[in-house]
C-alpha cells in the first residue's frame, strides 16, 4: 500500500489498473522517445518507438504522428492506413486529406485518389493545393486533359503557384505539346533564373518546340551549376547527338563517367554513340560495364550492341 493510501485510507489499486498504469507510462515513454528521434531525424529509430507506443494505446495523436515519419521516409505504403484513419476521424481536415490523396496517388490508386481529392475540392473550393492533388490523381490515371484543366484552374487563382506551373509543364511536355510547356517554363526560369528543375524542364521545352541551340545552352547552363546533374548529362548529350556533335557528346560522358562512375545510363549512351562512331569494341565494353551497374538496362540496350 503507498503511503497516500496508508495516510487516508485508499483502496489498493487492482492488479489490472497496475498493469494499466504501467502500459500508459512506457506508452508515453515510447511516444516521447519517438518524438526526440523525429526531431533529430532518426526517422527509423522514430518509427520504431512509434508503432510499439501506438501497440500498447492507439491513440490518434500518435498515429498522426507515425504516419508524418512514413512520409519523410517515402513509406507511403506504411503512412495510408494512418491516413486513412485519421481522415475518418477528423474529415474535415484538409492538411490530412491533402496527404491521402497524394499517398493514394503514389501507392497505384488514382480511383480512390480522385475521389479523395474531387471531395476536397467540393468542400474547400478555394484551396488551390486540393486542385494540384487532383491534377496528380488524373494524371496517375491517364486523364491529362482533365490534370490540366485543374493546374489551370489553381494558376489562374495563383499565378505564383510554381509547383503547380511545374507539374503542368511535365505534362504539357509528355504530350509533346512543347510550345505550350514554353510558356511555362518562361515564367518559371524568369522567377528562378537558377533552379536547376526550371532549367531543365526549360531546356526540354525548348528542344520539343524546335529551338535547338536555345535548348543546347540551357542545358550548358544547368550543367554549369551542376556538373553532377545526370538528367541535364543525358539532355545535352541528346542535343549534342542530334547535332551531330559527336565529338562534344562523347566528351561529355567522358567528363560525366569520371565524375559519376556509377552512371549506367552515361556508359550506355557512349557505348551507342561509338556504335554509330564504328568502335565496336568501345561500345561493347560501355554495354558490359552499363549492365554491371543497372542489369534492367538490357531492356533498353535491345540487341544494339554485340555482348562478346
Known amino acids: 500500500m503507498s503511503f497516500l493510501n496508508k495516510l487516508f485510507g485508499g483502496p489498493e489499486p487492482t492488479p489490472e489498473e497496475k498493469e494499466q498504469r504501467q502500459r500508459l507510462r512506457r506508452f508515453e515513454t515510447l511516444r516521447d522517445e519517438g518524438l526526440r528521434a523525429r526531431q533529430a531525424g532518426a526517422l527509423p529509430h522514430a518509427a520504431a518507438c512509434l508503432e510499439e507506443a501506438l501497440r500498447l494505446n492507439d491513440d490518434l495523436a500518435t498515429a498522426g504522428h507515425l504516419a508524418e515519419v512514413c512520409l519523410l521516409q517515402g513509406d507511403d505504403a506504411g503512412a495510408l492506413p494512418l491516413l486513412r484513419r ?7 481536415n484538409v492538411e490530412v486529406a491533402l496527404l491521402l490523396s497524394q499517398s493514394l496517388t503514389r501507392t497505384g490508386a488514382p480511383d480512390e485518389a480522385l475521389s479523395v481529392a474531387n471531395a476536397l475540392v467540393a468542400a474547400h ?4 493545393r486540393a486542385r494540384y492533388v487532383l491534377a496528380l490523381a488524373e494524371r496517375a490515371a491517364g486523364n491529362l486533359f482533365g490534370a490540366i484543366a485543374a493546374l489551370t484552374q489553381a494558376l489562374a487563382a495563383h499565378p505564383d503557384y510554381a509547383t503547380a506551373r511545374r ?3 511535365e505534362i504539357l511536355l509528355d504530350m ?4 505550350e510547356a514554353l510558356a511555362d517554363t518562361q515564367t518559371l526560369t524568369a522567377d528562378a533564373p537558377d533552379d536547376e528543375t526550371c532549367l531543365l524542364l526549360h531546356a526540354r ?3 520539343a518546340a524546335g529551338s535547338t541551340d536555345d535548348a543546347l545552352t540551357t542545358a550548358e547552363r544547368l550543367r554549369a551549376l551542376n556538373p553532377f546533374h545526370r538528367e541535364a548529362v543525358l539532355l545535352l548529350g541528346s542535343l549534342y547527338d542530334a547535332a551531330h556533335r559527336h565529338e562534344l557528346a562523347l566528351a561529355l560522358y567522358d567528363e560525366a563517367i569520371g565524375l559519376m562512375p556509377d ?16 568502335d565496336a569494341a568501345g561500345a561493347a ?3 558490359k560495364q ?3 551497374l543497372s542489369p534492367e538496362a538490357a531492356g533498353r540496350i535491345d540487341g544494339t550492341f554485340s555482348n562478346n
Open 285 to 287: 565494353d560501355d554495354l
Open 176 to 179: 509533346g505539346q512543347g510550345r
Open 205 to 207: 521545352a525548348l528542344a
Open 125 to 128: 473550393p478555394d484551396e488551390v
Open 263 to 278: 552512371f549506367a545510363e552515361a556508359y550506355e549512351r557512349r557505348g551507342r554513340l561509338k556504335m554509330q562512331l564504328h
Open 86 to 92: 485519421l481522415a475518418a476521424a477528423e474529415p474535415d
Open 290 to 292: 552499363a549492365l554491371a
Open 167 to 169: 507539374l503542368r509543364t
